[in-house]
């Protein structure tokens, strides 16, 4: 063979290694195994194997593109999300890939996967994947932003103070006199989930300790908040305060017990959590956690990162507010209220 004419291919062949892999040696990427990459390298010198200058150059070349992986892609939730980091991204140019991974660690993986070679970064959003999962799910070399993920994985990361939210809700009903509170939680397996319920079952513990919490599982849906008020009467509990663990559940919770009659705020006040634009609108005490800003900063940091700055493997915490509306009344009531 001609010194010079040997192919990728030629070389892949020799080492037995896929053309992929020696693409990624070529290119100093750091995910192939020394011995594999010490092989590769022996072998395109042995072939004179020059790597196409012009291949070489597309392969490195930017595409101004952010990958982001998030549990799902509808809810208001997730488009407040979105919605800050188009403007975020917009505003430095470049543009968003999006995917959704449910709640599957093989759909995880491979939501990530795809996102291989089309963006120069990633945006991470998987509270329901444990840290061994998650950590396997991204690529070594790929500059990555968590977002609301389960911490101990080495990577930069966006987290929202879940249990001072959780806490000041409880600290609000506690104030007016509420003691009979429960707690619906988000799914099992959701580091959000489990930093809501663990916050609020701590802080009952501190303001409240003769009371003895109640918490009905929920899975972040509108249903579910409904489901809780129906098994809150069929095991006669009386509560006078309901703390859901997002707003989309607390809303299903306020309309079953419009429903069934109960008033809302006086005999049972509502809270949530998120405080997304339907809140709003309903007037739901909520606990305000910034999506949109949260978004555009997991953005700006990466984009940062990629155009030479350094993204620290490190936790940044986003505080959240308390915001007062109409479903928690400021008057001081009684014996809890049935539901």
């Given amino acids: 063979m001609r010194q010079g004419s040997a192919t990728i291919r030629d070389v892949a062949r020799e080492a037995a290694v896929s053309v992929a892999s020696v693409s990624r040696v070529m290119n100093g990427h750091v995910s192939v195994h020394p011995e594999t990459r010490a092989r590769i390298m022996a072998v395109a010198q042995s072939l004179g194997y020059v790597p196409h200058a012009g291949a070489r150059s597309l392969s490195l070349s930017r595409s101004h593109a952010i990958g982001v992986v998030l549990p799902d892609l509808h809810g208001e939730f997730f488009s407040e999300i979105v919605r800050g980091m188009d403007r975020e991204v917009t505003a430095r140019g470049y543009h968003l890939l999006l995917s ?3 709640a599957d660690a093989v759909l995880a993986a491979q939501a990530v996967r795809s996102m291989r070679g ?5 945006i991470v959003m998987a509270p329901q994947l444990d840290t061994q999962a998650l950590d396997e799910a991204l690529p070594p070399d790929m500059p990555a932003m968590l977002v609301n993920s389960s911490p101990g994985v080495a990577r930069a990361a966006l987290r929202i103070d879940n249990a001072a939210g ?3 809700s409880v600290a609000h009903l506690v104030a007016q006199g509420r003691r009979a509170l429960v707690h619906v939680s988000g799914p099992p397996a959701n580091i959000d989930a ?3 319920r663990r916050g609020f079952l701590d802080a009952m513990a501190r303001l409240v300790p003769e009371a003895e919490p109640i918490v009905i599982a929920g899975d972040f849906h509108e249903e579910s908040g409904g489901a809780a ?6 095991r006669d509990i009386a509560c006078d305060g309901i703390v859901a663990a997002n707003d989309m559940m607390a809303l299903g919770v306020m309309a079953a017990l419009r429903e069934a009659g109960v008033d809302v705020p006086g005999a049972v006040a509502v809270t949530g959590f998120d405080d997304i634009p339907l809140a709003r609108y309903l007037r739901l005490t909520t606990v305000r956690a910034p999506m949109a800003e949260m978004g555009a900063r997991a953005v700006a940091r990466l984009i940062e990162a ?4 350094e993204l620290r493997p490190e936790a940044e915490t986003i505080a959240t507010e308390l915001v007062i509306r109409s479903t928690t009344p400021g008057s001081v ?3 809890g209220g049935s539901v």
Avoid: T, Y
């Fill in 100 to 102: 959704n991974m449910h």
């Fill in 118 to 122: 089309r963006v120069d970064g990633m």
């Fill in 166 to 168: 959780i806490a000041a």
């Fill in 194 to 196: 489990e930093e809501r």
């Fill in 333 to 335: 009531v009684g014996s």
């Fill in 229 to 234: 008020v129906a098994e809150l009467r069929a």
């Fill in 306 to 309: 990629l155009e030479g700055g």
